[in-house]
């Protein structure tokens, strides 16, 4: 196994994939167990997509809810997340504003009624996007919200400061899943806040992004998911990393890559 660290691993990382439901599963984690969540609910997109552009259809969940229903349902995971993690933790929540019937819906929205502090809103420049009907300026942006864990934070390395609150990168095109976002996403997150080993969570495990990250950065990892079919592939993927994620995590890293004894 790879780890990129700037610490000698002792041994090869934890690997915890879970399948069922992400709320229930937070639920069953110890208490201040947790250092770093790095994650992408799905949209609640009503079944928007199609035609020109990929609908989003995921292996065992449907993403069309009530809108009242999904915030709910969100709230609760991050306040669930929020006792699990450990204080002055992290968890960074990639979403995006959606236009559904003339209307916007911002992750602000939820985002304020749960128990963590907000501390940053990081714009994604994705680079492209899908509106091209000429109603809309193509919105090629998503959100990542760095929250924290009481009053106390991270001091992120000069390095990590210099990125900025804008990140520019285009998005996983060559992941069959069918909401990826790229290995640079929560390569970036991780570096920025856990100098040390740690535990990382994806609740949204999907296809395995946020394990891959953490396993080559030396942190064990947990990562929940309904499809079994998600957990299998993902598992392959992070226990055995592709040439592809190896050379995308490279230019992404900060530090040199480390081999962990065996």
Known sequence: VLCYNKREPKEDPMIDLRQGCCLELARELEDNSI?????????NKCGQG?????????DTFDDTVPEEEYQRQQVALLNTLYQKTTEGGSLFYNHKVRYYKGGAISPWA???????????????????????????????????????KGAKHPRLPRECANWTSVWKFGPDMKNDHPAPYPLILPTRCIQAVMPEKGVVLDPYNGSGTTGVAATLL????????LSRKYLNESRNRIETPTPR???????????PAVTAEP
């Open 35 to 43: 250092d770093c969540t790095v994650t992408s609910p799905p949209y």
């Open 218 to 225: 030396g942190h064990d990892y947990i990562g929940f998911d």
């Open 245 to 255: 994620d190896i050379k995308k995590f490279t230019e992404a890293s900060l530090t």
């Open 50 to 58: 199609g035609g020109l552009f990929r609908k989003i259809e995921y």
């Open 110 to 148: 939820w985002l304020t009624q749960t128990d963590w502090h907000i501390r940053e809103e990081i714009v994604w420049n994705r680079g492209s996007g899908p509106e091209i009907s000429g109603y809309r300026f193509i919105q090629t942006d998503e959100r990542i919200y760095w929250l924290c």
